[in-house]
């Protein structure tokens, strides 16, 4: 590959040849970065999460490595939230924040969640003081939020331009309430999945 070839098809060559020990050298002598960089990083997960035993091993553990190293917390967050979209877990409680059951309902009420709709996708304790997968929980609030608002997005164009001249149908107002309603839920949902991806100040009482 010629040595300024883009980060993502520099992997990519590798990756379908199958040599994955190259492309995690190649992501190692790249500067990270938020975009193109992560992207073939994920690229590697996806592949590590199609394989079992060694062959896994030999791309998860060094990526695992090269995660913990970086200095972006946001870079490495997201890079462990990609991860694990493809069943790899690249954080063994360094990274994201551990949240409670509790934690998680007081965040949830505060936020106007329904927990319900989470347990249907995600295993949830019944432990208050259980530690929550906050990977997995705030993955699902994120594709909440993003089915709310796709739904209030097609609701919106499904309305004639309100400012328009002549009489303004009462079907289109509800559909713009419903609308409007749908953009706050996935508002909600939003608010809830950054807040988990956030450490937790713990309140230290002295006796």
């Known amino acids: 590959m010629a040595a300024g070839a883009r980060i993502t098809d520099a992997v990519a060559h590798f990756r379908t040849r199958g040599n994955f020990r190259s492309a995690i050298k190649l992501v190692r002598t790249r500067t990270p970065e938020r975009l ?14 199609r394989l079992r035993g060694r062959d896994r091993m030999h791309i998860e553990e060094p990526l695992r490595e090269l995660v913990l190293d970086m200095a972006d917390n946001f870079l490495q967050r997201e890079i462990v939230l990609d991860a694990r979209l493809h069943r790899v877990d690249l954080d063994r409680g360094e990274i994201l924040p551990r949240w409670t059951f509790g934690d998680l309902r007081r965040l949830s009420f505060l936020a106007q969640t329904d927990l319900t709709l989470l347990q249907r996708y995600v295993s949830l304790p019944g432990n208050y003081d259980a530690i929550i ?66 450490k937790p100040v713990r309140t230290v009482v002295i006796p």
């Open 36 to 49: 193109r960089w992560r992207a073939a990083v994920a690229g590697l997960t996806l592949d590590a999460g």
């Open 133 to 198: 997968d906050t990977a997995a929980v705030v993955l699902a609030g994120r594709s909440f939020a993003n089915v709310f608002r796709q739904r209030a997005q097609r609701l919106w164009l499904s309305v004639p331009d309100q400012d328009a001249p002549g009489p303004k149908q009462e079907q289109h107002r509800f559909v713009l309430v419903r609308a409007d309603q749908e953009a706050e839920l996935a508002r909600r949902w939003g608010a809830l999945s950054k807040t988990l991806t956030v």
